[in-house]
């Protein structure tokens, strides 16, 4: 079982920054991979970026690619989306996600997810 906990969205006007962060319990060398979701009102659920167990990124969004980057601190059980360069279209519900060891780009391939962190960017 895997909880994870989002924080650090909010506000922020456009070509503004914003960290995400996504706590879990424990993460072990082939435990878990993180993905971040987002969903915006009335869309479906894109997946973003995901870094592996071994610290491999996957991106998958070309809209996000040169603005966003994921890391991980096995230490600190947490992952991270740094989000530079925002646009009022960045605006959404963002999430992360865990599944075991590799990264997918499906969100039903995730069993675990956080509860959601709104990012809100102005023009």
């Known amino acids: 079982q895997l909880q994870l906990e989002e924080s650090g969205g909010g506000f922020v006007r456009s070509g503004g920054s914003l960290r995400l962060s996504c706590a879990a319990a424990e993460f072990t060398f082939d435990w878990p991979a993180i993905a971040w979701f987002r969903q915006a009102p009335g869309k479906e659920r894109e997946a973003l970026v995901c870094i592996s167990s071994t610290f491999s990124d996957s991106y998958y969004a070309d809209s996000v690619k040169g603005r966003f980057t994921i890391a991980r601190d096995n230490a600190k059980a947490t992952a991270y989306l740094q989000m530079n360069s925002l646009k009022p279209e960045d605006t959404a519900v963002y999430y992360c996600?865990?599944?075991?060891?590799?990264?997918?780009?499906?969100?039903?391939?995730?069993?675990?997810w956080g509860q959601g962190t709104q990012v809100t960017v102005s023009s």
């Open positions: 996600a865990g599944r075991r060891r590799l990264c997918e780009a499906t969100a039903g391939s995730y069993p675990y």
